[in-house]
T-cell receptor
């Protein structure tokens, strides 16, 4: 079955540590996205990529970095510069531009130790 | 004013009832509209797209009112399994990269 796989499901970060969240899709979608969701809040866009080897900052990119070396993969690194990383991180993909709906992975919960 | 606004609820209705909620958007150039459903501590899942002429999928009906800049979701004959948070999603441009999620409306169906 086609879908989006995020790993790990739960992640703990020590102070000063960088951590990387994995996102893989086999839907052959061109566009991929990373969102952050805090309790009781909506989704906020961190980064997005419309094509391999290209990505753009979203609304809250500070303290995060991404890469898009393969169409299927869009890993997110939460750097030590992100002082409040505890949140639910969601990866999504869509067929492309033009108002296509996004499909989500099942998320990674990140907490600070 | 937020770009996309939803009544956070919670809406607490009995099983079998009809419930409706709206979502307003501020950008009149918005092109694409969706409703997503999110269960507690889970990812959002696409419920339905919203078309200009309105559309129905079983017990769910979505409508778009461009003049007043809102979309609506109507759920008929509500089931216990409909309990979730419903997210309104608006794309102000033709690019999906600018998609904006509302904060959601919580719906709780009681037996």
């Amino acid at each position: 079955d086609g879908g989006i796989t995020q790993s790990p499901k739960y992640l703990f970060r020590k102070e000063g540590q960088n951590v990387t969240l994995s996102c893989e899709q086999n839907l052959n979608h061109d566009a991929m996205y990373w969102y952050r969701q805090d309790p009781g809040q909506g989704l906020r866009l961190i980064y997005y990529s419309q094509i391999v080897n290209d990505f753009q900052k979203g609304d809250i990119a500070e303290g995060y970095s991404v890469s898009r070396e393969k169409k299927e993969s869009f890993p997110l690194t939460v750097t030590s510069a992100q002082k409040n990383p505890t949140a639910f991180y969601l990866c999504a993909s869509s067929r492309g531009t033009g108002g296509q709906p996004q499909h989500f992975g099942d998320g990674t919960r990140l907490s600070i130790l | 004013r937020k770009e996309v606004e939803q009544d956070p609820g919670p809406f607490n209705v009995p099983e079998g009832a009809t419930v409706a909620f709206n979502c307003t958007y501020s950008n009149s150039a918005s092109q694409s509209f969706f409703w997503y459903r999110q269960d507690c501590r889970k990812e959002p899942k696409l419920l339905m797209s919203v078309y200009s002429s309105g559309n129905e999928d079983g017990r769910f009906t979505a409508q778009l009112n461009r003049a007043s800049q809102y979309i609506s979701l109507l759920i008929r004959d509500s089931k216990l399994s409909d309990s979730a948070t419903y997210l309104c999603v608006v794309s102000p441009y033709s690019s999906a990269s600018k998609i904006i999620f509302g904060s959601g409306t919580r719906l709780s169906i009681r037996p």
